[in-house]
Nanobody
């Protein structure tokens, strides 16, 4: 059974940092493209960042460039999102998603994410 489990969310003041983690079970994460998404109340889920399974290429939404860093540890089957200089508008539920090997491309932002975690809440206070 494919599972993704996120952790690391919480309440932080503006300007603070959080590190989100995503652990995979039931599949070999190294073969999958991984993305972090977020959903704020009343808004659609949006891609925040992703990292390719092949060359480790990354993508960031413009609003987080320079503040967030995505990484992966294929040996530990983990993916991370380091979030610095957090802003209140970064608040939301953050989800880890994965793209099966057969569906991955060189542009992780264009891929279709088939597997999802349950999400972890991030709240940034002003």
């Amino acid at each position: 059974q494919v599972q993704l489990i996120e952790s690391g969310g919480g309440l932080v003041q503006a300007g603070g940092s959080l590190r989100l983690s995503c652990v995979a079970s039931g599949f070999t994460m190294a073969y999958y493209t991984v993305g972090w998404f977020r959903q704020a109340p009343g808004k659609e889920r949006e891609l925040v960042s992703c990292i390719n399974n092949s060359d480790g290429g990354t993508h960031y939404v413009a609003s987080v460039k320079g503040r967030f860093t995505i990484s992966r540890d294929n040996v530990r089957e983990m993916a991370y999102l380091q979030m610095n200089s957090l802003k209140p508008e970064d608040s939301g539920i953050y989800y880890c998603g994965a793209v099966p090997p057969a569906l991955t491309s060189r542009h992780c932002a264009d891929d279709e994410y088939d597997y999802w975690g349950q999400g972890t809440q991030v709240t940034v206070s002003a």
